[in-house]
C-alpha cells in the first residue's frame, strides 16, 4: 500500500483533517466542477451555437467512457439514472409467464425493481444466497431470461467474476444485465461481458447525480431497440409519422430527451481527471487500503461483510452493526466521514486517499465500536 495518496487532495473539496472515505456514496467532488457548470451556463446562454457546444460535450463523454470501458463510441449512450435504463431493457423484452430473473440476494433495487414491478406477465424472481462464488448457478434453468448484477455489490464490497456470470448465461440463453456503478473509476470494466452495462457517475466516476451510463452491446444484441422511444431517441431529420421514425443506430436510443447536459460537462471534465492515470494504478492503490483495512479489522476481531481475497473485493470495506449510524455519526465527529445504510457501515476508498486515512479510520471506528 502506497503511503501517499494518487491524487492530488487539494483537486477535491475536502476540508483539512478529513478523512473523506464515502466514494461508495458520494465522492468528494473536484474544485474543477465549478467551471464545468460555469462553462454550461454560458454555452445554455448561446442560442443554437450553445446546442453544438452541448452536443459536442456529449460526444466527448461517450468517447471517454468508451475508451475506459472497452467499447467503441457508438455502444455509449446516457440515462437519467442506472434504474431508467434497467428498466428500458426491463419493458423491451417479450415475457412469457414463467420466466424468471436471476439475481443476488443483496443486490441493488435498481437492478431488481425495473423486472419484479412487471405486472402481465410477472416475472418470476431466483435469488443465489449465500456467499459462494458459484451460487447463481443453482438458480438459473431454461426459462431464465436474464442475470441481473452489480459487478461490486453496494452492500458488502464483493466483486462478481462477469466472466462466469457469462458463461452462465449463454449456457441458458439469458442476458447479462449488469450495473458497474460501485465499479466504474477504480477497477478495469469489461463491458463486453454485458448485454446491456450501467453506471451512476457520482461515484468514482468524480462526476455528479443526474445522469447515468448506458452501454448497448451491439454484438451481442444486434436487433435489441426499446419498446419505447422520445425524440432523442429517434434519428435526426425530418419527422414523417405515416409510419414510425427510425430509431437512432447508436446507444443514444436510450436517450429518450435532452440528456442533462451540466451533469454531462461535469463528467466529461472528470472523464478527463481521471484518464490522466492508469486506472490499473488507481485500482493498486485503493484494494491497498481496502486489503490493509481488513487485515487490521481482522486483527482486532471486528467481523466484516466483505471477502478478504483482493480478487473478490473491490474499494469497499463493509461492516455490520446495529449501531451503524451512531458509530457513523460519532466517527464523523472525529473526522471520519463513512457511509451509512441497511444496518452497515462502509468505508469507501479513491485516489484522493492515503494510509494516514485508514489509520485515521481504524483509531475514529475501534474509538466507538465496543
Known amino acids: 500500500m502506497s503511503e ?15 478523512a473523506h472515505l464515502c466514494a461508495g456514496g458520494e465522492s468528494a467532488p473536484l474544485h474543477r466542477h465549478a467551471a464545468a457548470l460555469s462553462r454550461y451556463l454560458r454555452d445554455k446562454s448561446r442560442g443554437m451555437a450553445g446546442r453544438v457546444a452541448q452536443e459536442a460535450e456529449i460526444a466527448r463523454a461517450r468517447a471517454g467512457i468508451a475508451r475506459s470501458w472497452g467499447v467503441d463510441a457508438a455502444s455509449i449512450g446516457f440515462v437519467g439514472n442506472v434504474a431508467e435504463g434497467v428498466s428500458i431493457v426491463a419493458e423491451s423484452l417479450d415475457w412469457r409467464d414463467g420466466d424468471n430473473l436471476v439475481i443476488d440476494a443483496n443486490e441493488y433495487p ?25 451460487r447463481f448457478a443453482g438458480c438459473v434453468d431454461a426459462r431464465t431470461r436474464a442475470i441481473g448484477v452489480s459487478h461490486v455489490s453496494y ?33 478495469p470494466i469489461e463491458a463486453t461481458f454485458a448485454d446491456f452495462a450501467f453506471s451512476a457517475c457520482y461515484k468514482w466516476l468524480l462526476g455528479v447525480t443526474g445522469v447515468a451510463v448506458a452501454c448497448w452491446n451491439r454484438t451481442r444484441q444486434p436487433g435489441w431497440s426499446p419498446a419505447s422511444a422520445g425524440w432523442y431517441s429517434l434519428e435526426p431529420g425530418s419527422r414523417s409519422y405515416d409510419k414510425p421514425p427510425p430509431l437512432r443506430e447508436d446507444a443514444l436510443r436510450f436517450t429518450r430527451g435532452n ?14 481527471y481521471l484518464a490522466a492515470r492508469d486506472v490499473r494504478d488507481i485500482q493498486a492503490h485503493v484494494q491497498g487500503m481496502t486489503t490493509a483495512m481488513l487485515e487490521r479489522l481482522e486483527a482486532l476481531r471486528v467481523p466484516t461483510l466483505t471477502p478478504a481475497d483482493p480478487a473478490r473485493h473491490g474499494a469497499s470495506v463493509c461492516i ?51
Open 155 to 187: 452492500l458488502t464490497g464483493e466483486r462478481h467474476d462477469l466472466s462466469a456470470l457469462r458463461a452462465l448465461a449463454d449456457s441458458v440463453g439469458a442476458l447479462l444485465v449488469v450495473d458497474f456503478t460501485q465499479a466504474a473509476g477504480y477497477l
Open 110 to 134: 435498481s437492478v431488481v425493481g425495473p423486472f419484479l414491478m412487471r405486472r402481465r406477465p410477472g416475472v418470476t424472481l431466483r435469488q443465489a444466497r449465500g456467499t459462494g462464488p458459484d
Open 259 to 272: 440528456p442533462a447536459h451540466a451533469s454531462i460537462y461535469v463528467l466529461a471534465d472528470a472523464l478527463d
Open 4 to 18: 501517499g495518496p494518487l491524487f492530488d487532495p487539494r483537486d477535491f473539496m475536502i476540508a483539512d483533517g478529513v
Open 320 to 370: 455490520s452493526s446495529p449501531r451503524a449510524q451512531v458509530i457513523v455519526d460519532a466517527m464523523a465527529r472525529r473526522g471520519v466521514l463513512a457511509w451509512n445504510g441497511q444496518g452497515r457501515i462502509r468505508f469507501s476508498f479513491h485516489g484522493y486517499n492515503s494510509s494516514q486515512d485508514v489509520d485515521h479510520a481504524l483509531d475514529a471506528l475501534t474509538a466507538e465500536w465496543s
